[in-house]
């Protein structure tokens, strides 16, 4: 149990340095985050089919 919550610990602490250093390093730059963003639902439907790809053939290793 105690593992379990120093692993949480230690994720909400990287989370905490990722957020803080991204609002303070991040880009502000609008039309790039626009030309990227469109990028973002193709991605995800080629993951999610990857997913059931390896799901549906590849689920003897487990």
Known sequence: M??????LALLF???FIVVTLTEKYG???????????RY???L???LVGA???KY???????
């Open 2 to 7: 105690t593992t379990l919550i120093i692993i």
């Open 51 to 53: 997913q059931i790809i």
């Open 40 to 42: 973002i639902i193709p």
């Open 44 to 46: 995800m439907v080629i």
């Open 56 to 62: 549906v053939f590849f689920r003897d290793g487990f």
């Open 13 to 15: 602490a990287a989370l």
């Open 27 to 37: 880009s502000r730059d609008e039309e790039k985050n626009a030309k990227l963003s």
